[in-house]
């Protein structure tokens, strides 16, 4: 059986491409409004920034380069979102559980319709959820992935990307909303038990998508004790993090894809390796679901 083709070569030029999308999201985007680590209204680093490109840059490739309905759970501020809706010439419905990020997102991506439930959003013929996963309890992650596979119409296709930490200490970076971080068997167990007939899961190294084994050390202990200073001081927590939160003005946010080394990335059968990023695929066809 043949694997879904994934290769990130456009990865540079889609950097360049989405540019203006990470300006729009950064002006548009309200104070405190999603603090997580890969949105450009977050202050997130360039090696994020081109990471997390690079699943939306996955699902784009595995479309066949368009799409009529795209919705996005889990969708951040919509930078990303736009830029894929734009790329397939795709209607978008943003998805997410914070009516502030949603409304922010709905803005900067142009999206025809929002919800905060998945289960309140028509089947698409693409549905995408980035670094999602691994901020659901693993108690959650089995009726989150089926709600996915739900929200899929016939003959489309679905994208679900998480980290690998496993080669961190313990198995976990010590990000604390990474409360549900999965391997790649763990992650096509959970969509094949969510109802689909058939997953790829992809791994990408290289580049953005590796952590050296010191910093991963570092970032692990690092992780941990920022976690206990916001538990026991969450005022100090509070100044430190603006304090080195920059200047956020809406100015344009370019990724040199030459510094971030995006020339070095690959994709990889998820069995082969460890670390980096997974992508999984699920094509979804009338035999994936149960007779209603």
């Known amino acids: 059986m043949t694997t ?20 729009r999201a950064r002006a548009a985007t309200r104070e405190g ?19 997390h490109l690079g699943h939306y840059l996955a699902a784009a490739e595995v479309t066949g380069g368009a799409a009529a309905r795209l919705v996005d759970v889990g969708c951040g501020t919509g930078a990303y979102t736009g830029w894929l809706g ?19 997102a709905a803005e900067v991506a142009g999206a025809v ?35 996915l596979v739900r929200a899929v119409a016939p003959g489309g ?8 930490e496993s080669l ?10 990474h409360v549900g971080c999965v391997t790649a068997g763990e992650l096509s167990t959970l969509l094949l038990g969510a109802g689909a007939a058939r ?22 202990v690092g992780n941990r004790v920022w976690t206990r200073v916001q538990a ?30 995006v020339d070095e990335v690959h994709v990889l059968p998820a069995e082969e390796g460890a670390g980096g990023s997974l992508v999984a695929v699920v094509r979804v066809d009338q035999s994936t679901r149960s007779p209603s």
């Open 113 to 147: 319709a929002t919800a905060r439930d998945l289960d309140d959003v028509a089947p698409a013929p693409l549905v995408t959820a980035m670094e999602v996963l691994e901020h659901i309890p693993p108690a959650g992650q089995p009726d989150f992935c089926a709600a």
């Open 4 to 23: 879904t083709a994934v290769t990130l070569a456009d990865l540079a030029a889609a950097l360049d491409e989405v540019a203006p999308w990470f300006a």
């Open 232 to 261: 026991a001081a969450p005022s100090l927590a509070e100044r430190l993090a603006a304090r080195g939160g920059g200047d956020d003005d809406g100015a344009a946010v370019h990724v040199d894809a030459d510094a971030v080394g």
């Open 86 to 104: 734009e790329r397939l010439g795709a209607e978008v419905t943003v998805v997410d559980h914070d009516p502030d990020v949603l409304a922010v």
């Open 199 to 220: 997953v790829d899961v992809h791994r990408i190294v290289g580049g953005p998508y590796d952590t050296p084994p010191v910093r991963r050390w570092l970032e692990a």
């Open 157 to 164: 296709v679905l994208v679900v990307s998480t980290p690998d």
């Open 33 to 51: 409004a999603n603090a997580e680590g890969g949105d450009p209204a977050s202050h997130a680093s360039p090696t994020l920034l081109a990471r």
């Open 168 to 177: 961190y200490p313990g198995g976990w970076s010590g990000y604390a909303p």
